[in-house]
Every structure is written in C-alpha cells, then in structure tokens.
Nanobody, 123 residues
C-alpha cells in the first residue's frame, strides 16, 4: 500500500512561484514511477510532469521550462517546483504513484493518488 499526501498549494499572483510537496508512505517507494496531475473542475485530469524510478523526467509542453519535478528519496517526498505561474495553471494538483505502462503523463495508468492541493493563480 502506498499513501500520498500533497501540500504547498495556495493563492498567488501571476508570475509568482509555488513548490508542491507530496509525502509518500508505504512500501517500495523508490521503485515507483510518480507524477503530478492537474484537474480543473468539470474537466478531465491531465498529466503535468512524471518521474521514473531511475529519475528520468517528462514534463507537459504547456509547463515546460516553468515546472520541474523532482524527488528526495531520503525523505520520501515528491516535489513540483512551479515558476512563472499563469492563470491557466489554476487547478487542483494531485500526486500519483505506480504506473502500469510506459506513458508518464496519462493519469489513468497510475494506481495510487493523494487527495490533492489547490493552486489558484490570479492575473
């Protein structure tokens, strides 16, 4: 069993930064693929950034150059550094773990999910 808990969301102005954290508890953390996904109310959840067990990262084109995914294996924490935030980035952000195939930005393929943290960006 893997339990995920996000934190770090909030309300900011356009151009500002936020760092989301996802505390991971449970077995085999270091072998798991992980990702951050976002969802606007009424729309489908979409992949934002993924990181493989070997540290390889994938970032969606919409946030490339602004968002960075990383993980600290000593603390069991997944991070999403969000810079130059835009109003279009406003969404609920979810941490996900354990992917069933090789597509890192497809939310449906992840098994474990956190409850989410809200990010609101005002222009």
């Amino acid at each position: 069993l893997v339990v995920l808990q996000e934190s770090g969301g909030g309300s900011v102005q356009a151009g500002e930064s936020l760092r989301l954290s996802c505390q991971v508890t449970g077995q085999r953390y270091r072998t798991k693929e992980m990702a951050w996904c976002s969802q606007v109310q009424g729309k489908q959840r979409v992949g934002v950034a993924g990181i493989d067990a070997d540290g390889t990262t994938t970032v969606a084109d919409s946030v490339k150059g602004r968002f960075t995914i990383s993980k600290d294996n000593t603390k069991n924490i997944l991070y999403l550094e969000m810079d130059s935030l835009e109003s279009a980035d406003s969404a609920m952000y979810y941490c996900a773990a354990e992917r069933s195939n090789s597509a890192p930005l497809i939310p449906d393929f992840y098994t474990y999910w956190g409850p989410g943290t809200q990010v609101t960006v005002s222009s």
